[in-house]
């Protein structure tokens, strides 16, 4: 079982920038976040994909910067440039063999 808390959620006015942090209760290899705004689907921001890489959903790349600290067992994600589209519940994912694990989700606001 793995559990996962993220925190750095808030109101942010556009062009702004926020950190979202998530804590695993263990190591984890394979991690993203994930967004899911009101009335459409979930969908991924950014994950780290074996081998190491990060892999960035179109519409974030070059404003948001996944990033970890293994030894805290945490994953960052930098948000800067936020826009009013980038409103959503923010969720943190795991995956460990073939279990998918989530957050409880952090509400972020962009104001126009």
């Known amino acids: 079982q793995v559990q996962l808390v993220e925190s750095g959620g808030g109101l942010v006015q556009a062009g702004g920038s926020l950190r979202l942090s998530c804590v695993a209760s263990?190591?984890?290899?394979?991690m993203g976040w994930y967004r899911q705004a009101p009335g459409k689907q979930r969908e991924l921001v950014a994950a780290?994909?074996?081998?190491?890489?990060?892999n960035y959903a179109d519409s974030v790349k070059g404003r948001f910067t996944l990033s970890r600290d293994n030894a805290k067992n945490t994953m960052y994600l930098q948000m800067n440039s936020l826009k009013p589209e980038d409103t959503a519940v923010y969720y943190c994912?795991?995956?460990?063999?073939?279990?998918?694990?989530w957050g409880q989700g952090t509400q972020v606001t962009v104001s126009s």
């Open positions: 994912n795991a995956q460990l063999f073939t279990v998918e694990y």
């Open positions: 263990r190591s984890i290899i394979r």
């Open positions: 780290i994909i074996p081998g190491g890489m990060t």
